[in-house]
């Protein structure tokens, strides 16, 4: 068996993959941008907010995302700090987009979490966090905008902990908040890191930090605020969790930073203990067993997202893959697991955002992109491997809101099954048909509302086809597991509608939960799943 060479593993070594998220507004598209400043990724940090003449986030690149300030698909993007190769993956906040997320995080090794000070453990916090714990993967906690009011220091603390049940362990402690906020005290140095709000674009500055004993500081913080900090490092030191890194690593506890991204205080501090404190790309799971970087020479990847028309110079589908073993080469021909033939790997880019860039070679623990001729779907393994091996496959969502699509200009027939189809392989939208009625009838299912909204802007902009939306009662969707089934014998409530799926998968679509259970009675032996497979 070939050996992996030490070029490739020290490449390795050096790969951080990370996911960020949060609930919407609390900070973590600024953030990403200032680790970008510190890589030297961008000159100048963009804003989602503003008026339409501003710069948008780096990181948002679709249109739809500039005019509602919001991000609606992830991004990916990379730079080098110090002796580290980071790959950030940038998320959607808005839970209509959390399935978007939930497939990300499965190509992250860990995730950084931006939660407001001055509204704690959110809604979209909560449901973006159990995705990381169903992972076992680390989470560390940025509590951003200190520069505000914010809520009481052990109050958020408690917060994250009660919320989400996992332990925190702050590395650093806030002095103020607000227009009393004078910076943070970090533990392990016992000095206290300088608040200044003057790098606002920049990464220019020195943080001054100055010893708690140092006479200097009393003219940097009042009598009442140090006496308060004392008191309060007390009671953390006598009360808190120790910093374990074995538990960080198991996702069992959170190391936790205080500072604001906006005015860049406390970023750099962060992504230094960050870096440390995580690690370099881990096994992954496959039918195979472990595969893991450090032993496996082949190259070997998944697929993990899908985008068409991230450019409107380059009308093509990229294919987002996450390198879980090996070297990658431009143009190396691979084995597509799911395709059971031999693919070429052609227009392999990194990205910033939408801006890309064509590369040559690429490690384990790198996301890249390439060009996608219609046969890659998410979930797909890919391997220069003689061993034949998969990688666990991503689950798809139920879908929880329906509606009847119908394009307005019956002449434009073509683009509208093209777009919609196209659409429904990045896996933002579900698209089923009415069951023995043939394509005219097309109903399309996603997770959050927004996405219809997505959908009518991106086929009106990218496919110029206009469509009209129906929203229908259904609400609940259940895969037919024994597809040996008569459908057409099959007996259900009135509530009821039978359909299939891209694959000709039979399926039904319920108003009410409890027409489910009465449907399984109804027919002997019939074995109803809420997960597509």
């Known amino acids: 068996m070939s050996q992996i060479s030490n070029e490739v593993k020290e490449q390795i070594k050096k790969?951080?993959?990370?996911?960020?998220?949060?609930?919407?507004?609390?900070?973590?598209?600024?953030?990403?941008?200032?680790?970008?400043?510190?890589?030297?990724?961008?000159?100048?940090?963009?804003?989602?907010?503003?008026?339409?003449?501003?710069?948008?986030?780096?990181?948002?690149?679709?249109?739809?995302?500039?005019?509602?300030?919001?991000?609606?698909?992830?991004?990916?993007?990379?730079?080098?700090?110090?002796?580290?190769?980071?790959?950030?993956?940038?998320?959607?906040?808005?839970?209509?987009?959390?399935?978007?997320?939930?497939?990300?995080?499965?190509?992250?090794?860990?995730?950084?979490?931006?939660?407001?000070?001055?509204?704690?453990?959110?809604?979209?916090?909560?449901?973006?966090?159990?995705?990381?714990?169903?992972?076992?993967?680390?989470?560390?906690?940025?509590?951003?905008?200190?520069?505000?009011?914010?809520?009481?220091?052990?109050?958020?603390?408690?917060?994250?902990?009660?919320?989400?049940?996992?332990?925190?362990?702050?590395?650093?402690?806030?002095?103020?908040?607000?227009?009393?906020?004078?910076?943070?005290?970090?533990?392990?140095?016992?000095?206290?890191?300088?608040?200044?709000?003057?790098?606002?674009?920049?990464?220019?500055?020195?943080v001054e930090k100055v010893a708690l004993n140092d006479p200097e500081l009393s003219w940097l913080i009042t009598d009442s605020q140090k006496l308060q900090l004392e008191e309060e490092m007390e009671l953390q030191d006598g009360a808190g969790a120790v910093f374990d890194q074995d538990l960080v690593s198991k996702g069992e506890l959170s190391p936790v930073f205080f500072g604001s991204a906006l005015t860049n205080f406390g970023v750099e501090t962060f992504l230094q203990h960050f870096l440390k404190m995580t690690s370099s790309p881990l096994p992954r799971k496959s039918d195979a067993g472990l595969i893991d970087p450090m032993k496996e020479p082949d190259f070997s990847a998944f697929v993990f997202k899908i985008q068409a028309n991230m450019n409107k110079a380059h009308r093509d589908?990229?294919?987002?893959?996450?390198?879980?073993?090996g070297e990658f080469e431009a143009g190396m021909d691979v084995w597509h697991m799911q395709g059971g033939k031999k693919v070429r790997l052609?227009?392999?880019?990194?990205?910033?955002?939408?801006?890309?860039?064509?590369?040559?070679?690429?490690?384990?623990?790198?996301?890249?992109?390439?060009?996608d001729p219609g046969i890659f779907s998410i979930g797909d393994t890919l391997t220069a491997s003689a061993k034949r091996f998969s990688y666990e496959g991503i689950p798809t969502f139920a879908p929880e809101h329906f509606a009847r699509v119908r394009q307005v200009d019956t002449m434009k027939r073509k683009q509208f099954i093209k777009g919609i189809n196209q659409i429904a392989q990045e896996g933002a939208i579900q698209i089923f048909q009415e069951y023995n009625t043939g394509m005219e009838e097309i109903i399309v299912g996603v997770v959050g509302v927004l996405q219809f909204d997505v959908l009518k802007y991106?086929?009106?902009?990218?496919?110029?086809?206009?469509?009209r939306l129906d929203t229908l009662p259904y609400e609940h969707i259940r895969w037919i597991e024994n597809t040996e089934i008569d459908m057409d014998r099959l007996t259900g409530t009135s509530d009821m509608k039978k359909v299939k799926d891209l694959k000709d998968r039979p399926l039904l679509l319920f108003v009410n939960e409890w027409s489910i259970r009465m449907t399984v009675d109804r027919n002997e032996g019939l074995i109803l799943s809420e997960f597509g497979r």
């Open 458 to 467: 991106r086929l009106e902009n990218e496919y110029n086809v206009e469509i």
């Open 346 to 371: 052609s227009q392999p880019q990194q990205l910033m955002a939408s801006e890309r860039k064509m590369i040559e070679k690429a490690y384990g623990g790198d996301i890249i992109g390439v060009f």
């Open 317 to 325: 589908r990229i294919a987002f893959m996450r390198i879980c073993s």
């Open 15 to 206: 790969r951080r993959t990370f996911a960020i998220i949060s609930h919407p507004d609390a900070g973590k598209t600024t953030l990403t941008e200032k680790f970008l400043l510190y890589g030297g990724a961008i000159n100048q940090a963009g804003s989602v907010k503003g008026k339409a003449t501003a710069r948008h986030a780096v990181s948002d690149w679709m249109e739809i995302e500039k005019e509602r300030g919001i991000s609606v698909t992830s991004s990916v993007l990379q730079f080098h700090y110090n002796d580290y190769c980071i790959n950030i993956l940038d998320t959607p906040g808005h839970q209509d987009f959390s399935e978007d997320t939930y497939r990300t995080l499965m190509a992250a090794d860990s995730a950084v979490m931006v939660i407001d000070a001055s509204k704690g453990v959110e809604a979209q916090t909560r449901k973006l966090f159990k995705v990381c714990t169903m992972r076992h993967i680390p989470i560390f906690t940025f509590i951003n905008k200190m520069d505000r009011e914010a809520m009481d220091t052990f109050e958020l603390l408690d917060d994250i902990e009660n919320e989400l049940g996992i332990a925190t362990c702050p590395i650093n402690w806030p002095i103020g908040s607000g227009k009393e906020f004078r910076g943070v005290y970090d533990r392990a140095s016992k000095k206290v890191e300088v608040f200044s709000d003057t790098h606002k674009g920049t990464t220019q500055g020195e």
